[in-house]
């Protein structure tokens, strides 16, 4: 545990250190203010408030933004011959592998805490009454799509870990993750056009959004929906560990 919380935080420390990563906050910031002020305008007068609504946005944002900060987890130590170095090192694989996804777990964790001044806003607006905003904020459905984009994310930054570990080139690797997210989360459009029933269904048990938008975003707490996040998690980071292994007999 010692190696493991040594290695996630110089990797927590190199995302404040890094350019990309602060425009990937900055980037994915900007995004949701655009979206809940366009939902914020809507609302006013004629919806309730919806305070989970902004975390669907910032769940497809994410697609796009995760594999810029994974891209560079394996792929530039790689290039830079560093990889070789720590692999000589009294650390286990496993260690590596896993301190490093912490790391980056950790720094998507504090880009999802900064959407909590969502939450704020909604609640001092339901609060006010001239803004005619009713009824007040359900807090519940917001705490379980926190729970659950907080897994969502877990699960892409292992998918962008294991590409990252596939390749020496980071713009490859953060291409190769783009791609496999974007399949994963339009899996379950497809499964909607799909005529045959079966292999729809069996095509949305393997999309990311439909074991999070029919579920957390609504506030309900599903074990099978975890389960799938969690697993997901737990077999990225065993491939990844079974490439690095692999790096290190050659």
Same mark, same amino acid.
């Given at each position: 545990m010692r190696n493991i919380r040594?290695?996630?935080?110089r990797e927590l420390a190199q995302y404040f250190t890094s350019p990309v990563a602060y425009l990937v906050a900055f980037a994915i910031m900007e995004l949701t203010a655009w979206y809940f002020n366009a939902d914020l305008a809507q609302r006013v007068g004629q919806q309730p408030p919806d305070g989970a609504d902004v975390l669907k946005a910032f769940g497809f944002f994410m697609v796009f933004c995760t594999p810029l900060l #994974?891209?560079?987890l394996f792929a530039e130590e790689a290039r830079e011959g560093t990889l070789e170095?720590?692999?000589?090192?009294?650390v286990r694989d496993g260690d590596i592998v896993l301190g490093k996804f912490l790391g980056a777990w950790c720094y998507y964790s504090l880009i999802l805490a900064l959407t909590l001044v969502y939450q704020a806003i909604w609640l001092a607006l339901t #609060?006010?009454?001239e803004?005619?905003?009713r009824p007040e904020l359900d807090i519940g459905p917001v705490i379980s799509a926190y729970i659950g984009i907080w897994l969502f994310g877990g699960a892409t930054l292992a998918i962008g870990m294991l590409f990252s570990a596939i390749t020496e080139n980071q713009i490859v690797a953060g291409f190769l993750s783009?791609?496999?997210l974007l399949i994963l989360w339009a899996g379950d459009l497809a499964g909607l056009v799909i005529p045959n029933y079966d292999v729809a269904q069996?095509?949305?048990q393997l999309s990311l959004q439909a074991h999070y938008s029919t579920s957390f975003m609504i506030g309900v707490i599903r074990f099978e929906d975890m389960v799938f996040f969690?697993?997901?998690i737990v077999v990225m980071v065993f491939i990844t560990t079974r490439l690095i292994e692999s790096r290190r007999w050659r």
């Open positions: 040594i290695i996630a935080r #994974t891209m560079r170095l720590m692999l000589t090192m009294p #609060t006010a009454s803004y005619q905003l783009m791609a496999a069996f095509v949305r969690i697993g997901l």
